[in-house]
């Protein structure tokens, strides 16, 4: 009688394990974007404007960056 | 009653790994899924948000790893320079060689900062430049030559800011010969310091030449301004450069 509890009980421990592993394994995967999703809207997107932005683009001079350190160097 | 226990053992025993192994395929469904979401996205500009998104993740990463490097190297590189001034008489000198030192640090730390807010204003522009794509696309118009120009300009930002990440690491030690070969010394490391920040500017200006090129291409769409949204719009802000 006593070994029929403990299969019993087992059975139980084992299928609420399987349980939680199987609920929380799952819970862990990514979640999928879907196309449908919405997007923030862009700042005035005319080609325009969009030059205007690009044209807003400066790479300052590299060469004139080291002025100073040529300087002090000259100096030495 | 035994043999029934152990029987009852083997069977969960087997059940539990093919259930692990079930959850192994769900997520492996799930990333082939979102494989399959950035194939067949149809728009050009959620296209380009989720690739830039993992561009910067990925930068941020390359970048933390980076500057924790240069804390090391910094330390070790003080320490070799006082050891190089003692080779050096002149007191004035001395302070000169340690003032050179400190701009070219601060020099290529000012330079990264420039070149990665320029390429943060390119990736704005290119969402803008999708964003008229996909308006255009409403209209039927055939945008495939942008989205090209569009992705070449995502892989020139990609290489240019793997450029700064491998530059943020970098110091230039000085090795001291005499008093009488100071200035060519300490200028081999000036000059080498300049070479690789002409690497990175390269890279830049030609991720700012490929964003350039997306622009004209959507501009030679005809009567590309006229086309209205018809794609939802959310709540949430983009990111702006200063």
Redesign the interface.
């Known amino acids: 009688m006593n070994r029929t509890y403990i299969v019993i009980g087992i059975i139980v421990l084992l299928l609420v394990i399987g349980v939680l592993v199987w609920k929380f394994g799952t819970s862990e995967a990514p979640t999928v974007p879907t196309p449908g999703q919405t997007l923030a809207p862009p700042a005035d997107d005319t080609t325009g404007a969009i030059n205007q932005a690009l044209d807003g683009v400066t790479l300052t001079d590299l060469n004139q960056e080291f002025q100073a350190i040529d300087d002090e160097i000259n100096k030495l | ?2 043999k ?2 152990i029987s ?2 083997f069977v ?1 025993a087997l ?2 790994p093919a ?2 192994q079930t ?1 192994s395929v ?2 492996t469904s ?2 082939d ?2 494989q399959q ?1 950035k194939q ?4 050009t ?2 296209n380009f ?2 690739m830039m998104e993992q561009s910067r993740l990925q930068f941020q990463e390359s970048m933390d790893a980076a500057r924790t490097q240069l804390q090391t190297r910094l330390g070790e590189h003080r320490q070799a320079l006082q050891t190089q001034l003692q080779k050096i008489r002149d007191e004035r ?1 001395r302070t ?2 340690q ?2 030192d400190d ?2 640090n601060d ?1 290529n730390k ?2 990264l900062e ?1 070149y990665t807010n ?1 390429l943060d ?2 990736v ?2 290119l ?3 999708a ?2 794509a996909d ?1 255009a696309a409403t209209r039927g118009a055939d945008i495939s030559a942008v989205r090209t120009a569009i992705d070449a300009a995502r892989v020139a930002i990609d290489a240019a800011r793997a450029a700064i990440a491998s530059q943020t690491a970098k110091v230039y030690n000085i090795t001291i010969s005499d008093d009488t070969t ?2 060519n010394d ?2 081999k490391a ?1 000059r080498a310091l ?1 070479a690789d ?2 690497i990175v ?1 390269e890279k ?2 030609a991720a ?1 030449e490929a ?2 090129n997306a ?1 004209t291409t ?2 030679q769409i005809p009567r ?2 006229e086309a209205t949204s018809t ?8 990111s702006t450069v200063q």
């Open positions: 009653m035994f029934n226990i009852l053992f969960f059940a539990l259930g692990a959850r769900v997520a799930t990333r899924a979102v979401f067949t996205v149809s728009s500009r959620a948000q989720i000198k000169s060689v003032n050179i701009q070219m020099l000012r330079r420039h320029v204003h390119l704005t522009v969402d803008r430049i964003s008229r308006k100071l200035k300490v200028g000036r300049q920040l002409k500017h830049v200006k700012y964003a350039r622009a959507l501009a590309v301004d794609i939802p719009i959310a709540t949430s802000s983009t």
